[in-house]
């Protein structure tokens, strides 16, 4: 099982990106998927989770607003689209998979992708 995350990269504060996650050796449709990510001399937090069904969407507070998960069933794929991107929204960003439909905090998720670095400048 593999979780892929790509979609990274360096992007002015203002900017966007939008990052991809692809999923592969088994589908995901039963399971929460989130994204999370870790700056530099911190703890891994998350950022975006979503529900099995889709219908769930949960934000941290500092980026309520500016980035929206979504997920495409027939690609077993998740996005995060970050908009008004800011210099502290700089971490390596990781896509992970629930044990359940849902995923609230990190001791939720069993699956793991290798990160991706996104750097915004100021």
């Known amino acids: 099982v593999q979780l892929q995350a790509s979609g990274g990269g360096l992007v002015q504060a203002g900017g966007s990106l939008r990052l991809s996650c692809a999923a592969s050796?088994?589908?995901?449709?039963?399971?929460?998927m989130g994204w999370f990510r870790q700056a530099p001399g911190k703890e891994r937090e998350l950022v975006a989770a979503?529900?099995?069904?889709?219908?769930?969407?949960n934000y941290a507070d500092s980026v309520k607003g500016r980035f929206t998960i979504s997920r495409d069933y027939s690609k077993n794929a998740v996005y995060l689209q970050m908009d008004s991107l800011k210099p502290e929204d700089t971490a390596v960003y990781y896509c992970?998979?629930?044990?359940?439909?849902?995923?609230?905090?990190?001791?939720?998720?069993?699956?793991w992708g290798q990160g991706t670095q996104v750097t915004v400048s100021s």
């Open positions: 979503i529900s099995w069904k889709g219908g769930i969407t």
């Open positions: 992970a998979a629930a044990r359940g439909v849902v995923g609230g905090n990190r001791n939720q998720y069993n699956y």
């Open positions: 050796g088994r589908r995901f449709s039963n399971n929460g």
